[in-house]
């Protein structure tokens, strides 16, 4: 079983930046690949960004690539995404996910096996 915690979201102004970070319990994170969602009122829950166990590969939506970077601690069991030259269409609620497999978060987001809360995220033009 592994819990996910968010934290790190807030109002920003356009062009600023937020560091969001999800705190993972359990013994096994290392052993799991992470990454970021987000939803925005009245869309879908869309991809962001992943990372694999080890933290060597990474993959992010077309999007956030260039602005976004996504980064884990397997000493701290909390994985990051750090948020640069954020815009209102940024605006959303990120979760945060885990699983064991990495394609399994870029690619079928129904397979996830745990998921976070969410925390809110709103940039204001």
């Known amino acids: 079983q592994v819990q996910l915690v968010e934290s790190g979201g807030g109002l920003v102004q356009a062009g600023g930046s937020l560091r969001l970070s999800c705190a993972a319990s359990?013994?096994?994170?290392?052993?799991?690949?992470m990454g970021w969602f987000r939803q925005a009122p009245g869309k879908e829950r869309e991809f962001v960004a992943a990372i694999n166990w080890s933290g060597d590969s990474t993959y992010y939506t077309d999007s956030v690539k260039g602005r976004c970077t996504i980064s884990r601690d397997n000493a701290k069991n909390t994985v990051y995404l750090q948020m640069n030259s954020l815009k209102p269409d940024d605006t959303a609620v990120y979760y945060c996910?885990?699983?064991?497999?990495?394609?399994?978060?870029?690619?079928?987001?129904?397979?996830?096996?745990?998921w976070g809360q969410g925390t809110q995220v709103t940039v204001s033009s």
């Open positions: 996910a885990a699983d064991p497999d990495v394609n399994a978060i870029a690619t079928k987001p129904s397979r996830v096996e745990y």
């Open positions: 359990g013994r096994t994170f290392r052993s799991y690949a």
